[in-house]
């Protein structure tokens, strides 16, 4: 894969946030729970997209504290 894991979690994760950011004013695309479930679903997805790439780059343990 030429594109990293961290990276990819990150950009789910600010997906999630800017769903709940225009969900908080006003912004609707469906209807506002269900942004707000699909926002922090997706927020949830992303940071574990993240920690997992860390811990498998190998420089973390899964406690997310450093070697």
Do not use: C
């Not at 990276?7 to 997906?15: D, I, S």
């Not at 699909?38 to 997209?49: D, K, Q, T, W």
């Amino acid at each position: 894969m030429n594109y990293s894991l961290a990276q990819a979690g990150n950009v789910t994760a600010l997906a999630g946030i800017l769903v709940t950011i225009l969900n908080y004013y006003g912004y609707t695309i469906l209807q506002t729970e269900l942004e707000a479930i699909i926002g922090a679903i997706v927020v949830i997805v992303g940071i574990i997209i993240s920690w997992v790439g860390r811990y498998r780059k190998g420089d973390l343990t899964v406690a997310g504290f450093r070697k």
